[in-house]
C-alpha cells in the first residue's frame, strides 16, 4: 500500500484545546484505535514507543483519553459485542476523520466489540482506513467460541472437552455425565456477565454447583460456554503472541505467563511476565498455522500438571500484553502500524524474557496471596511495565483513579 497524497494533516488535540506532541512525521496518519480500558491504554503505550500517535474511540471517560498522545475522534461503548445500534452514526464519524488525515489510517482494535464492528462493516472501512484484517469469516468463527470449538476440533487441536448451551429453565439433562470439574464462561464478553460473576469464568464443582449457579445463567438469556476444567492455578496460564502479515509470514512473537488475577480465580490479569517458553512458541505457531489466521493474535493455553498445554482461546486482537512485549524486543502494534502505513518496520530483536507488568488492582490480587503491601511496593517498583502510569504521561492514572472513585461512589 502506498501512502495517499492529499491535504495537510489536521493538528491532532487531546480534545482540551491543547495541541497533542506527536512522535511522528507529519505525513503519516495517527493510528485509529477503538477499545477502551486497560487494553487500549497499553497498545497507545506500545504505538508511542516507535512515535505513532492514536486516535480513539473509546467510552467517556476513558483513562486513555487524557494521555498525550492521544486524541478522541468519538465516545463510544463497547461492553456489548452483539449491540448494532449506533453502527451508522458511529461510521460517518470514522469516515469523517479519516478525510482530514494524509492518508488512510491505521485501524486498530483492542476489545471484541470493536473487532466485530470492523468485522460488520468491513468493506465501508477498508475504503477509509488500512485494516489488518485479512479473512472476516475466519476472524468472525474465531471470536464464535462454538466455531472456533468446532475449528479446533477438526484441526486436531489440544483443547478440553467444549460445548456451548443455552441457559433455559434448566440444565440440559446430558451435562450431569460431564466429568467435573467444569468450566462457564460466556459465549461471548458482555456486561451482564460481568456484573453476574465478576470474572472471566466459574467453575462448578459438582452437580449441585452447576444447578445453584444455572438459575443465574439463565437470568442472562445467552447461551454459555461449558468446558473440562484443566486443573492448576492461574500462573499456569501461558499465551503466545503474534502478527502475522498478509502473506502469512510470522513477523513478530513472543510468549508471556499470568503472575497474578482478580480474582484470584478466573479473574482479570492483575500481573504477567514475558517469557521464552519454547513448547508455547511452538504450539502458539501451530496453532495460527492451522486456522489460517492473518494479522494479531493471542492464544491462550492451560498448563495441566503434566506439563501438557492446552488450547483454552485465541483473541485475534490487541490487548494489554503488548506493552510489556514491546518493552521486552517486539512491538507487534507497532509492527502492525508500519505494514499499513507502508513504513519501515521496527526492529525485532531477541525477546527479553522476565520483563514483567503490573495493574495497580494487583495488590489486593498479591495481599490475597498473603504478600505484604511493602513487599508488593518494592516488587511492583521494579516492574518494567505498569498499566495506566508512565513519569512522561501521567494523566491516565489520574484519570482511572478517579474513574473507579467515581464507580464506587
Not at 484470584?264 to 502458539?284: C, K, N
Not at 494489554?320 to 507502508?342: E, F, Q, R, S
Request: glycine share 8%.
Amino acid at each position: 500500500m502506498g501512502v495517499v497524497s492529499g491535504a495537510q494533516p489536521q493538528p491532532l488535540s487531546r480534545g482540551d484545546g491543547h495541541q497533542m506532541r506527536r512522535g511522528q512525521p507529519v505525513d503519516l496518519p495517527p493510528a485509529v484505535v477503538l477499545g477502551g480500558g486497560v487494553n487500549l491504554i497499553e497498545v497507545i503505550r506500545s504505538l508511542a514507543l516507535v512515535g505513532v500517535a492514536s486516535a480513539i474511540v473509546a467510552p467517556e471517560g476513558d483513562a486513555a483519553g487524557r494521555s498525550r498522545h492521544v486524541t478522541t475522534i468519538e465516545s463510544w461503548t463497547w461492553s456489548e459485542p452483539r449491540v448494532t445500534s449506533g453502527d451508522e452514526l458511529l461510521m460517518e464519524r470514522l469516515a469523517s476523520f479519516a478525510e482530514t488525515q494524509p492518508a488512510p489510517p491505521p485501524l486498530l482494535f483492542t476489545s471484541d466489540g470493536a473487532l466485530l464492528f470492523v468485522c460488520r462493516h468491513f468493506d465501508k472501512l477498508r475504503t477509509h482506513f488500512r485494516l489488518p484484517i485479512d479473512d472476516v469469516e475466519t476472524v468472525v468463527a474465531v471470536v464464535d467460541k462454538a466455531r472456533f470449538a468446532a475449528m479446533a476440533e477438526r484441526a486436531g487441536l489440544h483443547i478440553p472437552r467444549t460445548r456451548v448451551v443455552q441457559t433455559g429453565a434448566a440444565p440440559p439433562d446430558d451435562l450431569s455425565e460431564s466429568s467435573f470439574p467444569l468450566i462457564v464462561k460466556p459465549y461471548l464478553r458482555e456486561r451482564l456477565w460481568h456484573q453476574q460473576t465478576k470474572k472471566k469464568a466459574v467453575q462448578v464443582r459438582d452437580e449441585q454447583d452447576l444447578l445453584s449457579l444455572w438459575p443465574r445463567l439463565a437470568a442472562l438469556s445467552v447461551p454459555v460456554v461449558i468446558q473440562e476444567s484443566v486443573p492448576g492455578p492461574e500462573n499456569r496460564l501461558e499465551s503466545y503472541h503474534v502478527y502475522v502479515d498478509p502473506e502469512g509470514h510470522i513477523v513478530g512473537e513472543f510468549a508471556g505467563r499470568k503472575i497474578r488475577t482478580r480474582p484470584p480465580e478466573y479473574g482479570h490479569t492483575t500481573a504477567l511476565v514475558i517469557t521464552d517458553a519454547q513448547d508455547v512458541i511452538d504450539q502458539g505457531r501451530e496453532v495460527v498455522r492451522v486456522l489460517g489466521l492473518r494479522g494479531v493474535a493471542k492464544v491462550d493455553f492451560k498448563r495441566a500438571p503434566n506439563g501438557d498445554l492446552y488450547v483454552l482461546e485465541v483473541n485475534p486482537r490487541c490487548h494489554l500484553w503488548h506493552h510489556a512485549g514491546a518493552l521486552a524486543g517486539v512491538n507487534l502494534p507497532g509492527l502492525v502500524y508500519a505494514d499499513l502505513a507502508n513504513r519501515p518496520r521496527p526492529s525485532v530483536g531477541p525477546v527479553r524474557a522476565g520483563v514483567r507488568w503490573v495493574h495497580p488492582m494487583d495488590l489486593l490480587s498479591a495481599r490475597a496471596d498473603h504478600i505484604s503491601t511493602w513487599h508488593w511496593i518494592r516488587w511492583a517498583q521494579t516492574c518494567e511495565a505498569k498499566a495506566f502510569w508512565a513519569w512522561d504521561d501521567p494523566l491516565p492514572i489520574m484519570a482511572a483513579v478517579a474513574s473507579r472513585i467515581r464507580r464506587h461512589r
